[in-house]
């Protein structure tokens, strides 16, 4: 079965510095893995997704993420937080099979802080 | 395109009660899916329609019905609320397959039943 887990339901980093929120997938098959974004009272925001293409995917705003198979881990990154960074990040693998091919199973999220 | 549009933004309702929430997308998706979301849960899947004509139960439909309209409309049913079903709910469209594969999620729809 495919499942997502993220480390850490709340990161808070100072404005300026990297941030780092962690993902990792459980998958038999190459998984297609996503990235949204929701800022307070929103919807969610696709961020950036890995289908098999190159390792290291670059995303709005600034953020990327490297998938990396041995570690079965999807990492999201920003080298420098902005205030307007503020939001929940949730990480998502697409089921590959059966008759729920396309559906997404999500991580439980983290909020990230960012302090000035 | 207004994208995936959802009704209402805010609704509370009294234990027992029915309501159905309403979501339209412009984007000619096939697939449509019906999420909830509750504090340290992430979103689970509640139903989806792979297709016009099609709706299939995901991880949490009990105490749910779905309809598709039509293409454009997919809609959630309360048939007897409860207290455990306060959440904020979410209805997404999604296009492409392979590398185009991508979910589009509507503002939501904030649920309280009392």
């Known amino acids: 079965a495919q499942s997502v887990t993220q480390l850490g339901s709340h990161v808070s980093v100072s404005e300026g510095a990297l ?4 993902c990792n997938y459980s998958s038999s098959v190459p998984p297609y893995l996503f990235w949204y974004v929701q800022y307070p009272n929103q919807g969610l925001q696709l961020l950036l997704k890995y289908t098999s293409a190159a390792t290291l995917v670059k995303g ?57 | 395109n207004a994208g995936v549009t959802q009704t209402p933004k805010f609704q509370v309702l009294k234990t027992g009660q029915s309501m159905t929430l309403q979501c339209a997308q412009d984007m000619n998706h096939n697939s449509m899916y019906w999420y909830r979301q509750d504090p340290g849960m992430g979103l689970r899947l509640i139903y989806y ?66």
């Open chain 1, 60 to 116: 709005i705003n600034g953020f990327e993420a490297e998938f990396k198979k041995s570690e079965t881990s999807f990492h999201l990154t920003k080298p420098s937080a902005h205030m307007s960074d503020a939001a929940e990040y949730f990480c998502a693998v697409r089921m590959n099979y059966g008759g729920s091919q396309g559906n997404l199973i999500f991580g439980k999220g983290t909020k990230l802080s960012v302090k000035p």
């Open chain 2, 49 to 114: 329609s792979a297709s016009e004509g099609t709706t299939d139960k995901g991880e949490v439909p009990n105490g749910y019905n779905v309809s598709r309209l039509n293409k454009r409309e997919f809609s959630l049913r309360l048939e007897s609320a409860a207290p455990s079903q306060t959440s904020v709910y979410f209805c997404a469209s999604r296009w492409g397959q392979g590398y185009t594969d991508t979910q589009y999620f509507g503002p939501g729809t904030r649920l309280t039943v009392l």
């Open chain 1, 19 to 22: 941030v780092l929120l962690r």
